[in-house]
């Protein structure tokens, strides 16, 4: 409790009743940030946004928050060493080698650096590629103690430890199952966020011996999962907190049907469950700065949208009409509901539109969807790769924006177009439904256009109702571009309830003591 001031205590009817708990306010916290991919070193998709933005936000705040990513053969930079160390992983050990970037920032005007540190191994990581790899276990594993093992190296004793996604569970149960009895470490509390359930880490048992953790931890009540160990289990048991990207899908993950099998557990732990939904870097992306496209604009000067719409139209190739160009950025997963499109392309094509599609992913629907330009090379236009510039020309060039997504944990594809004055169509599930207000629904509020039911139709008949508007009604179009660009998706609300939450896990933490 050293360096934190208790100002009250608060009642928390939640884990063991009849207990008063320390309400603790602390107005500098340690905070360390892990996670797999972090922008703009790495990046596959939204998890590299977050944890390129959040913590920058909450250093802002004052906190002192520090960021620790692997080292992927493809990041380079001006890196400082660090230290390095062994980890054992089973029976071998490895040299982690620690590199460090200082991210220049700001705090209340004063320059700053958010340290990034990197975990190095010649043998895991120096390879092409974020994931995918044949021994994916032993990286992860590695990387989970990795972190850990470099904390008092670093001299850096967290507060709160706030790990994302599968890559990063094991953190929370090697803290609880081993290091919390060493007194650097036994003070850490730890905040556990999934982005996508989907993605579980689930590797046979022999984990177990690499973490070097004992077969005790294979029980359904821990780790074990159908059989094997699972590194997304073993965040959800054993973090202080749990949450996710958004407060709808915090609540889809407790039904069977969003659940991926957890749903029990996170029901169990409901009340350590709390969702707070993304918020984007509003500089990074800014329709009035953003030097990858073609003219920069404002509410002052939207309508040069329309030079941004031309320029797409060229670059892909596209007759240059008036219709309205509908843009698509998105991995290629069975998560981001393409077959709604693919399904029903005939009808989705014949309409006064065009469609630009930017993704990279499953084989499936990159030669489905080469398949399809042949058919239509007026109407689609597609780039198979991963292209951060043109995913930014995209969201300004383009009319309407479609996530159909089968799930979506938050979603930061509507985030940014609105950003960009760009209408979303979006089913609405997860986070689209929580960003998203259907304009026919509610005229003054809404900011897009939705459907309900994962299905091609609904899909189709909720675009052609933006085109209606669209074509019928432009006043009130325009309107509906100046709502997006004036709607405030950055993070200092969300980025407040992360500080929130953090305490909230440290007060959890005294009362666990
Ligand atoms: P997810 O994290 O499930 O992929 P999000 O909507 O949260 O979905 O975030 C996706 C992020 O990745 C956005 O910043 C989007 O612009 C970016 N992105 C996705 N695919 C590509 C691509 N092929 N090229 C460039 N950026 C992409
Ligand atoms: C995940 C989700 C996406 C979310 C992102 C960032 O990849 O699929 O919905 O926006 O993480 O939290």
Avoid at 6 to 22: A, E, F, L, P, S
Avoid at 370 to 392: D, M, S, T
Wanted: net charge neutral.
């Amino acid at each position: 409790m050293d360096r934190n001031i208790v100002i009250g205590i608060q009642w928390y009817g939640t884990k063991n009743d009849n207990c008063w708990r320390h309400y603790m306010k602390n107005k500098n916290l340690n905070i360390l940030y892990v996670s797999a991919e972090v922008s703009p070193f790495a990046k596959t998709g939204g998890l590299a946004d977050v944890a390129g933005s959040l913590p920058k936000a909450l250093l802002e705040m004052g906190h002192d928050v520090r960021v620790v990513m692997p080292k992927y053969r493809m990041i380079d930079g001006d890196f400082k060493y660090v230290t390095d160390f062994p980890v054992q992983i089973g029976d071998w050990t490895d040299t982690c080698i620690i590199r460090k970037i200082d991210l220049p920032a700001r705090v209340r005007d004063k320059k700053k650096v958010l340290p990034v540190y990197f975990t190095d191994s010649y043998k895991l990581f120096d390879r092409d590629g974020i994931y995918g790899h044949f021994d994916d276990a032993e990286r992860f594993v590695f990387f989970c103690k990795a972190v850990l093992n470099m904390l008092p190296l670093i001299n850096f004793k967290p507060d709160i430890i706030h790990c994302n996604d599968w890559h990063t569970g094991p953190i929370c149960m090697l803290l609880k199952e081993q290091y919390r009895f060493n007194e650097f470490y036994s003070k850490i509390n730890t905040v556990y966020t999934i982005h996508n359930l989907e993605y579980q880490g689930n590797y046979s048992s022999h984990v177990v011996n690499l973490l070097n953790v004992g077969y005790e931890v294979l029980t359904p009540e821990k780790a074990e999962f159908f059989g094997m160990f699972s590194f997304m289990k073993s965040g959800l048991v054993y973090a202080d907190i749990i949450s996710t990207v958004s407060e709808v899908y915090a609540k889809e993950i407790q039904t069977q049907q969003y659940g991926e099998r957890l749903d029990g557990l996170l029901r169990k732990r409901s009340s350590d469950l709390f969702g707070i939904l993304n918020g984007i870097n509003y500089e990074e992306f800014d329709p009035q700065t953003d030097k990858a496209i073609e003219k920069n604009y404002s509410v002052a000067n939207f309508q040069d949208k329309q030079l941004n719409k031309k320029a797409i139209q060229k670059e892909f190739g596209l007759p240059e009409e008036d219709h309205p160009v509908i843009g698509l950025v998105s991995r290629l997963s069975g998560q981001k509901g393409l077959n709604l499109i693919i399904d029903r392309i005939d009808e989705f094509l014949q309409k006064d539109i065009q469609f630009v599609l930017l993704g990279t992913g499953d084989d499936y629907y990159q030669d489905r969807f080469r398949r399809i330009v042949i058919n239509y090379p007026k109407k689609i236009a597609i780039h198979l790769g991963y292209n951060e510039q043109l995913a930014q020309r995209i969201y300004a060039g383009s009319d309407m924006f479609l996530m159909p997504s089968r799930f979506e944990p938050c979603g930061l594809g509507q985030i940014i177009s609105l950003r960009y004055g760009t209408i979303p169509i979006v089913r609405s599930t997860g986070g689209l439904a929580e960003t998203i207000i259907d304009y026919n629904d509610d005229i003054k509020n809404g900011n897009g256009f939705s459907f309900a039911n994962f299905s091609s139709l609904d899909m189709l008949a909720a675009v052609d109702r933006a085109i209606d508007i669209y074509s019928k009604r432009p006043d009130e179009w325009k309107k509906l571009i100046i709502r997006a660009l004036e709607t405030d998706f950055s993070w200092s609300r969300s980025a407040k309830k992360y500080e929130e939450l953090y305490f909230h896990a440290m007060n959890r933490g005294l009362v666990d003591e």
